[in-house]
Nanobody
């Protein structure tokens, strides 16, 4: 079992910045893909940024140039640096991970961290 714990959300003014963190804990796994999704009220969950299984770094068009995903494998942590935030970035941000065990694979989601962009 892998646990993903997000932190770093909050209330920020338009144009401001936040950095989200997601720590993966557990044992006996390797991460195949991980990153961030978000879901605004009344909307579907959408990909924000991720390190894919194919080895690419993917971003939603709406965040390119403003958000940066990074990771510290030694700390089992993935980050999302968000700059020039807009009110439309307001959402619950979820961390996810696709992991490989010795036998089998699984996907996990965190509980989410709220990001609110408002003046």
């Amino acid at each position: 079992q892998v646990q993903l714990v997000e932190s770093g959300g909050g209330l920020v003014q338009p144009g401001g910045s936040l950095r989200l963190s997601c720590v993966a804990s557990g044992s006996g796994f390797s991460i195949l893909a991980w990153g961030w999704y978000r879901q605004a009220p009344g909307e579907q969950r959408e990909l924000v940024a991720a390190f894919s299984r194919a080895g690419t770094t993917d971003y939603a068009d709406s965040v390119k140039g403003r958000f940066t995903i990074s990771r510290d494998s030694a700390k089992s942590t993935v980050y999302l640096s968000m700059n020039s935030l807009k009110p439309e970035d307001t959402a619950l941000y979820y961390c996810y991970a696709d992991v490989q065990y010795l036998i089998g694979a699984a996907s996990y989601w965190g509980q989410g961290t709220q990001v609110t962009v408002s003046s």
